[in-house]
């Protein structure tokens, strides 16, 4: 295994609500990004995060936001909650610089919006 | 931004076989090339990844070929065993000199015993 972990494993929401996701990234790791694979596709970046700011975005609104903190771990924040919302969500931990950009991914968090 | 085109979406194939996923990508200055396997309810795992300085690498039965002039890629799994069964993605950056990604739909390969 990785060592990037994510919680909760498993969430269950309703439209409307906000969540919030946490990753912790391996060990030297300075970077998080964090995908949205939706069921049967791949996944989707929706936006990283290197030295406690967000270092690029895809297309995603703004409902969906994040933080990373000193450790280098991070959240991912989601306002009013949609069906489509519902995913697994992922971090990725690299280590920015030194040709060592290869992504770790954790277990994810199941995400469910009724 | 990048585009990765993925085929085929599945792939059946004899166990002792081999078995090819290809992949092609829009930035002709792409620079890195990973690819990920993803078994049922588990997190995408890295198996083999390719710089653009090299054409080719491998790694026991799994290697990865690059066309760079052709842009695109492939994954070339050897003597296919049940275990291989998963779904795999290729991947591209988003921009040259960058890391983050662009996913290809996947593919998922069953290794029939």
């Known amino acids: 295994e990785t060592g990037v972990t994510q919680s909760p494993t498993h969430l269950i929401k309703t439209r409307g609500q906000q969540v919030t996701l946490r990753c912790s990234s391996q060990?030297?790791?300075?970077?998080v990004s964090w995908y949205q694979q939706a069921l049967g596709q791949g996944p989707q970046f929706i936006f990283q995060?290197?030295?406690?700011?967000?270092?690029g975005r895809g297309n995603f609104p703004p409902r969906f936001s994040g933080l990373q903190f000193p450790n280098y771990s991070s959240e991912l924040n989601v306002n009013a909650l949609e069906l489509d919302d519902s995913a697994l969500y992922l971090c990725?931990?690299?280590?920015?610089?030194?040709?060592?950009?290869?992504?770790?991914f954790g277990p994810g968090t199941r995400l469910l919006v009724l | 931004g990048e585009n990765v085109e993925q085929h085929p979406s599945t792939l059946s194939v004899q166990e002792g076989d081999s078995a090819v996923i290809k992949c092609t990508y829009s930035d002709s200055a792409s620079n890195y090339f990973p690819w990920y396997k993803q078994e049922l309810g588990k997190r995408p795992q890295l198996i083999i990844d390719?710089?653009?300085?090299?054409g080719e690498k491998k790694d026991q039965r799994i290697a990865v070929t690059l066309n760079k002039t052709a842009k695109h890629f492939s994954l070339h799994i050897t003597e296919t065993q049940p275990e291989d069964s998963a779904v795999y993605f290729c991947?591209?950056?988003?921009?040259?000199?960058?890391?983050?990604?662009?996913f290809g739909a996947g593919t998922t390969v069953t290794v029939r015993a």
């Open positions: 995060y290197y030295r406690e700011e967000e270092n």
């Open positions: 991947a591209a950056p988003q921009r040259s000199n960058d890391y983050k990604l662009s």
């Open positions: 060990s030297g790791h300075n970077t």
């Open positions: 390719i710089r653009s300085n090299v």
């Open positions: 990725a931990s690299s280590q920015t610089g030194q040709g060592r950009e290869t992504q770790y």
